[in-house]
């Protein structure tokens, strides 16, 4: 057998044990909330259960011994039933053994179901509170994986840890006592001697199996991420004729993950046949003293038959432990990653007992704001701005100059580094986001939409919205005529991130949201730099009534789209170069001048 035994191991190694006592007791409190009575009750009926069959198994092979005396005239039957009685007796106690097993599972069913259901929500939640920043370095894929995995360790975890091996080690003990007060020493030892041999062979071979199934793991994880990938731009893929290259990129992430696969099947095969060998051997060394026994005149017959009973019921479990040591210890690594997401910090938190926001005309200021994503980088350097309620505002400037940052800031996606962004005159910091968020609409560049029908991703704009305020909101964004008129009318899907429809009508769902949100700040972040011309203006109609009574913030790329906002500002390389109206800036003919011209010529050339 190859050693894969690195110094690098032994520090995964006890990070892993680290981990996974973190993790047992993580999980512990799911088996006894102080809150929750019914788990408790649930839990020590589920261990009296447990309990009962195990008793009742190891009595078991006793009148299966008793049995055969009666049949062969040897010894005194423990109870007065005579050979038909006791073989009905048997069978009836390895009935009640099974049907205490099922009545435990019944019973601890819910409280598995509970903590398994309690940890994904609290997982899902947490995702959704984690920053930005967190979200735009991770690959989706991987993420749902680590869920994925994570959630189904833990029912594996607390019905194994349960009634897996604390129930084989009741029962080791108890079939070890009866051998020692009903044989003698030199059966103890043997079978004392083998469980050793074969928990230490398992053990072992298990760890090695452990490093081979967590490789596969990592494989599996990378496969999956490709997929997910590929099938996300699918759009892309096929601009490119890139199948064939996508499907060599899986296979190669596949060709990886079937050598591990390969690996750990072997090894499996390798500890199934050492775990027979040794139990084997043990049950025929404990045999033969038992045939000497009725030899030589000191044991029955039905004594043979019981020693045998006895060594292949406690060789049923035994069979398992590596299995189930193994899935324990992948239960745990998976749960393992699932807390290390759990422990991973919200970058944007609440401060303790924040207030919500009051938005009393919608007045937005910037103080003088620093903000970049590395401090190697700054993005904005020292903005100043103040936007009045009821005021549309204009940021226009080239590519990288900081103009979807400060969209993002006000969201608060981010944090700023200096300076403060406030609304009314509070400092968003000091809010909930949860108000903060309410307090503002945004229309993104490319608005993403839900794979479910029209009326869902339109009412998704505000909880509990009745069907007459949907169609209100649609009829303002002009896109109910377009409704109508499909076959399914709001009850059509729109296919995943809303790929059924064109860029202008995704958009119009994006606005008819938004306006169903009814926010008194509205963030238009590019909104029809993605359309042509002509859906431009038509959405721009739209966008113009969406932001009646407003505070506007419009973020922009083509110029044309904001000539009508009341101010306009020039943003470059992190600083405001400019500020005014349309006519204002043309007049002075600086930056916005030539940017303005820039865009005439190309508008003309086309």
Do not use: C
């Amino acid at each position: 057998m190859r050693s894969f035994h690195t110094a690098s191991d032994d520090e995964l190694d006890r990070a892993e044990r680290r981990s996974g006592l973190r993790t047992i007791k993580k999980v512990a409190p799911y088996l006894w909330p102080a809150d929750k009575p019914w788990v408790k009750r649930r839990v020590v009926l589920a261990m009296l259960a447990l309990l009962g069959s195990k008793l009742i198994a190891v009595y078991t092979p006793m009148l299966y011994r008793d049995a055969v005396n009666a049949l062969s005239g040897e010894g005194v039957p423990m109870l007065a039933l005579g050979a038909v009685g006791l073989t009905v007796a048997y069978g009836m106690a390895r009935l009640f053994t099974n049907g205490f097993q099922q009545l435990r599972d019944a019973i601890f069913a819910a409280v598995g179901q509970r903590a398994l259901r309690q940890l994904a929500l609290e997982t899902f939640t947490h995702i959704h509170r984690l920053s930005m920043r967190y979200h735009i370095t991770r690959k989706t894929g991987g993420l749902s994986r680590i869920i994925e995995r994570g959630v189904k360790g833990v029912d594996f975890l607390l019905r194994f840890m349960l009634f897996s091996i604390g129930p084989l080690v009741l029962e080791l003990v108890m079939v070890a006592g009866i051998f020692f007060f009903l044989f003698d020493s030199w059966y103890l030892a043997t079978v004392v001697g083998t469980i050793a041999i074969y928990v230490w062979f398992t053990f072992k071979v298990t760890e090695w199996r452990v490093k081979l199934r967590r490789e596969m793991n990592d494989q599996d994880t990378d496969a999956n991420q490709k997929a997910i990938d590929s099938l996300l731009n699918f759009e892309t893929v096929k601009y490119f004729g890139a199948e064939a290259r996508e499907a060599a990129r899986y296979d190669r992430a596949m060709e990886a993950y079937e050598r591990a696969a390969l690996l750990t099947s072997y090894s499996l095969s390798f500890l199934n046949f050492g775990q027979s060998f040794l139990i084997t051997g043990g049950l025929v060394v404990v045999m033969v003293m038992a045939a000497l026994g009725v030899q030589n005149g000191t044991l029955t017959v039905g004594d043979f038959v019981m020693v045998n009973a006895y060594m292949i019921q406690i060789t049923m479990p035994l069979n398992f432990l590596g299995t189930v040591y193994r899935e324990i210890r992948q239960s745990l690594v998976d749960m393992g990653e699932m807390f290390d997401l759990l422990e991973q910090p919200s970058e944007i938190s609440d401060k303790p007992g924040a207030p919500a926001l009051r938005v009393d005309g919608g007045r937005v200021t910037l103080e003088d704001i620093e903000f970049g994503y590395d401090d190697e980088r700054p993005i904005l350097k020292g903005v100043s701005l103040d936007v009045a309620p009821g005021q549309t505002v204009a940021i226009v400037g080239p590519s990288g100059s900081g103009k979807s940052t400060i969209g993002r800031l006000l969201f608060r996606f981010y944090d700023v580094q200096g300076g403060a962004l406030k609304i009314d005159g509070q400092d968003v910091r000091d809010v909930t986001q949860d108000s903060l968020h309410d307090a503002i609409g945004v229309v993104p560049q490319d608005t993403v939409l839900f794979n479910d029908t029209i009326r869902y991703n339109i009412a998704y704009g505000r909880d509990g919205a009745t069907e007459e305020e949907v169609i209100a909101a649609a009829r303002a964004a002009q896109i109910h005529d377009f409704i109508m008129r499909l076959p399914k009318g709001y009850d059509t899907a729109v296919g995943e991130r809303g790929l059924k429809l064109s860029g202008g009508e995704k958009q119009r769902v994006g606005i008819a949201r938004t306006l169903l949100k009814n926010p008194p700040i509205l963030l238009l972040d590019e909104a029809t730099s993605a359309l042509d011309t002509e859906t431009e203006r038509e959405i721009q109609g739209a966008l113009r009534r969406a932001g009646e009574g407003r505070t506007v913030l419009t973020i922009a790329h083509r110029l044309s789209t904001v000539a009508d906002a009341d101010r306009i500002i020039v943003l470059e390389d992190g600083r405001i170069t400019e500020s005014g109206t349309h006519a204002r800036l043309l007049e002075t003919r600086g930056r916005y001048w030539s940017l303005w011209q820039r865009q005439a010529a190309e508008s003309d050339a086309a």
